[in-house]
């Protein structure tokens, strides 16, 4: 399995398949490599580079889990890039991943030629904040894989109406593990100390700025129309400051698109194919 080491001596997994322009996928929060699983096979023209990162997935736990931050998995993502050996790329961000890709825009410019974010923004609404909160770092109730499917198509039908109960264990395979003794995170469970100690150290910055960071790139917005993250009033400001913003709502879902719907797929080529 490919690992590579940053900087500061962690070992990263990462998955890198397909010739043709470099495309960094960059997970949610508590995800890792195979949350573009359901995307993969709509980008077969591309060279799709995936990462876990610390602490997520196949990659190592970090010792200080204050570590566990946006700053940090960004330079992380530049290791990555020398690592490979790569002098720009564009990068999709699903959630945190669109955070950090928010990041790069303001340190390392240079090496982006487009960006996409999936269902992220500069401003992150707080009940989806509370949500996310309710589940970091806590073992699940559900003791097995099918049990955690049940699980996540009832919480989530409202969000997304309509999905069958296989793409929910495909999604529990991602983000669990099943073991003798339940369900396992496939995470570091201190990710949520982090989050907490972030949170009392002070309000969140703006985030604006790191938004038109981004307006030298191609740049592309896909919000699920149900999300809880991303607004319709910030992607609306976000066309606002930015007229050029390719951007689409995809229906019937909520935080985040699985990205294989055809609304997310021609906001993806849209950038990728803008000049």
């Not at 806590?138 to 309509?162: C, Y």
């Not at 995170?185 to 969140?204: F, H, I, K, N, V």
């Not at 604006?208 to 917005?221: D, H, I, K, N, Q």
Request: charged letters at 25%.
């Amino acid at each position: 399995m490919p690992h590579f080491t940053t900087s500061d001596g962690k070992r990263l997994y990462y998955e890198d398949r397909g010739e043709g322009r470099p495309l960094i996928c960059l997970a949610g929060l508590t995800r890792n490599c195979r949350d573009f699983s359901f995307l993969a096979p709509h980008l077969d023209e591309l060279r799709m580079i995936a990462m876990d990162y610390r602490g997520r997935g196949r990659s190592d736990h970090d010792p200080d889990f204050t570590n566990y931050n946006i700053v940090q998995e960004s330079r992380d993502v530049i290791d990555l890039i020398d690592h490979l050996e790569l002098d720009r790329v564009a990068v999709l961000g699903t959630s945190r991943g669109g955070l950090i890709a928010m990041t790069l825009a303001t340190s390392d410019a240079e090496r982006l030629d487009a960006v996409i974010l999936n269902d992220i923004g500069p401003v992150v609404a707080p009940g989806g904040l509370e949500r996310i909160m309710g589940y970091v770092g806590l073992p699940p109730a559900a003791r097995t894989l099918d049990e955690m499917a049940e699980t996540l198509k009832a919480a989530m039908e409202e969000e997304f109406p309509g999905v069958p109960l296989e793409r929910w264990r495909e999604q529990a395979s991602f983000q669990f593990e099943e073991t003798a003794d339940g369900l396992a995170l496939r995470y570091d469970a201190r990710l949520r100390d982090a989050l907490l100690a972030q949170a009392e150290a002070g309000p969140a910055p703006d985030l604006w700025p790191l938004f038109e960071a981004l307006s030298p790139l191609p740049t592309g917005v896909i919000r699920g129309a149900n999300s809880d993250l991303l607004t319709a009033e910030t992607l609306a400001e976000m066309q606002a400051r930015r007229p050029s913003l390719i951007a689409a709502e995809v229906p019937a879902r909520g935080h985040v698109p699985f990205l294989d719907e055809p609304e997310a797929l021609d906001v993806i080529r849209r950038v990728l194919d803008a000049p």
